[in-house]
C-alpha cells in the first residue's frame, strides 16, 4: 500500500510538471512579438494616383500573417480580401476592418478591440499592398 501511494504521488508530480512546462511554452508563444506588434506602425496610402486594378500584399511578423488582395477603382478602395487566411484568422475582424477602411478611405482607421495586433497585421498587408514597388 505504502509503495502504490508513492508510485502514486510521483506520477502526479510528473503529470503536474509536464502541465507546467505546456503552459509555459504556450504562454511564451503567445506574448513573443507582442510589443514590436503592438508598435507596429501604419501609414496611410493615398490611392488617387494607383491606376484600377487589383493589389496584392503581405505582412508577416512573428505569429500574426496576413496575404490580400485591395481592389482599387475609380481612385478608391473598393474592397479587400483575404488569400490563405491565417489559422488564427477572424473573419469578423476582416469585416469589421475592411468596412472601416472602405468608408473612410484611409488605414487610419480604429482597430478592433481586443484584437489590436491582429488587426495592425492586416493593416500592414493593405498597406503593403498599396505601396508602389
Known sequence: MVVVKGRLKRTIGIVAVIVL???AGGTAYLVRGLN????LEIHDVD??????GTYSGEFQGYRWAN???VT???AMIQDIAVIEPHPFHRQELIDTLTERIVERQT??????TGATVSSKAFLKAVENALVPD
Open 107 to 112: 488605414l487610419q482607421v480604429e482597430t478592433v
Open 47 to 52: 490611392v488617387r494616383n494607383l491606376p484600377d
Open 72 to 74: 482599387v477603382e475609380n
Open 67 to 69: 496575404r490580400v488582395e
Open 36 to 39: 514590436p506588434m503592438m508598435e
Open 21 to 23: 512546462l505546456v503552459l
